[in-house]
C-alpha cells in the first residue's frame, strides 16, 4: 500500500544564529525540505511505500536531494532534473521572537518549470493515495503538472490528499494566495490545514467555506493543542501530546504522513476510526518537534509506537 507525494524538493539553509535576519546571519546548516517530500520521508518512516514526483535541478543540490530520498527508501524513479534552471533553494533564520522568515532562491528554479509531460505518471497507477501541495500551484508551468499528476492519479482511482501550505511571499499578493490555496481544493478526498491558514482562508475557525463535493474529510492541526478532524458526519477532536518541542518545523509534514498511513491501514472503515488515527498523526507531529530540522527528526513507526504506550 503505497503513497505518491507530489511537489517540490529544496534544500533549507538554516541560520545558525538566532534572532538575526537572513541577511545577517553568518553561517547556515543544509537541510533537505520542501512539504511533499517531507511527507514522503515520513511515510517511509512509518513503515509504507511512498514515491516522491518532482524536479530539481541536475546541479549538486539536486542529487544530493535525491540520495537523502533514497536512502530513506523513498522511490525517486519519477524525480526529474532540469538542466534550464537549479533546484531551489531557502535561507531560513528564526527571528528573536521565534518565528521563521525565509529568503527563496527561485527565480526560477527547477521545480516551478515542470512541465504537464514531465510528470512520470507510470508511477501513479496502482497507489493507494496521492498528496500534493500549493506551492506548485503558485505558477506555470509546475500548476498545469500539479493539475496533470492530480488528474492522472484520480484515472487511476488513487484517493486525493492536499496541503495548502501559505508561504505568502511566494504570491504576488494575498488574494492570488488566497484563490490559488483554495483552488487546489476542488480535487482532494482528504485535506489537512493549520488553523491559521484556515484562518487566512475563510476568515475564522469554521470549516464549512472549505468543503467541496468530493471531500470526504479536513484535519485541522492547531500546533501544540493538537487537531480535530471534520468529516460529513462530525467532528472528532484530539489533543495534542505535550513534549519538549525544539523546532516545528516539519510537524505539519509529520502529522500528514500520520493521517495517511493512519487511513491507509484502516481501510474504507477509516471513518470510524478517526479518534485513534489522529492520536497516531498527533504522536508524529509532536516528535517531529523535538529535534531540529524536518526530515532528521521525522520518526520511525518503532519510536511513534513507544510514545504512545507511554504519553498519557
Ligand atoms: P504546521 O506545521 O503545518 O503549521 P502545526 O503547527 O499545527 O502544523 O502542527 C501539526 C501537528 O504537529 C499538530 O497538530 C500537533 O499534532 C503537532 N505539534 C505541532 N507543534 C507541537 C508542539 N509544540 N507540541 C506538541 N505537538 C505539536
Redesign the pocket.
Known amino acids: 500500500m503505497s503513497v505518491v507525494c507530489f511537489g517540490e524538493l529544496l534544500i533549507d539553509f538554516v541560520a545558525q544564529q538566532h534572532g538575526v535576519s537572513v541577511g545577517e546571519a553568518f553561517s547556515f546548516q543544509k537541510a533537505p525540505g520542501g512539504a511533499p517530500a517531507n511527507v514522503a520521508v515520513a511515510v517511509s518512516r512509518l513503515g509504507h511505500e511512498s514515491v516522491f514526483l518532482g524536479q530539481v535541478g541536475d546541479d549538486p543540490f539536486g542529487h544530493f536531494l535525491a540520495d537523502v530520498l533514497e536512502a530513506e527508501g523513498v522511490g525517486v524513479g519519477g524525480l526529474r532534473f532540469s538542466a534550464q534552471a537549479r533546484t531551489a533553494l531557502a535561507f531560513v533564520s528564526l527571528t528573536a521572537e521565534g518565528e521563521r522568515s525565509f529568503v527563496f532562491y527561485r527565480h526560477p528554479s527547477a521545480d516551478m518549470l515542470m512541465r504537464p509531460e514531465d510528470v512520470a505518471v507510470d508511477m501513479i497507477a496502482g497507489r493507494k493515495i496521492f498528496h500534493y501541495g500549493s506551492i506548485t500551484m503558485i505558477g506555470e508551468p509546475s500548476r498545469s503538472a500539479t493539475l496533470a499528476a492530480v488528474k492522472a492519479a484520480q484515472d487511476a482511482g488513487l484517493m486525493i490528499s492536499y496541503d495548502p501550505n501559505l508561504r505568502m511571499s511566494l504570491w504576488p499578493d494575498a488574494e492570488s494566495a488566497r484563490a490559488g490555496m483554495l483552488a487546489g481544493l476542488d480535487y482532494a478526498q482528504i485535506v489537512k490545514i493549520?488553523?491559521d491558514e484556515l484562518e487566512f482562508l475563510t476568515g475564522g475557525r469554521d470549516v464549512t467555506p472549505l468543503w467541496r463535493p468530493q471531500m470526504q474529510l479536513i484535519a485541522v492541526?492547531?500546533?501544540?493543542k493538537?487537531?480535530a478532524a471534520y468529516t460529513r458526519g462530525g467532528q472528532v477532536d484530539s489533543p495534542?501530546?505535550s513534549?519538549r518541542?525544539l523546532d516545528?518545523t516539519g510537524?505539519?509534514d509529520?502529522?500528514v504522513a500520520g493521517l495517511l498511513v493512519g487511513i491507509l491501514e484502516a481501510g474504507a472503515d477509516y471513518v470510524n476510526r478517526l479518534a485513534s488515527i489522529l492520536r497516531f498523526?498527533?504522536a508524529v507531529?509532536?516528535l517531529?518537534?523535538t529535534q531540529y530540522g524536518a526530515i532528521p527528526a521525522l520518526p520511525s513507526r518503532a519510536a511513534v509506537e513507544t510514545f504512545l504506550q507511554t504519553a498519557s
Open positions: 493549520s488553523d492541526t492547531r500546533g501544540a493538537g487537531a495534542g501530546f513534549v518541542s516545528t510537524a505539519g509529520g502529522f498523526a498527533n507531529g509532536a517531529a518537534t
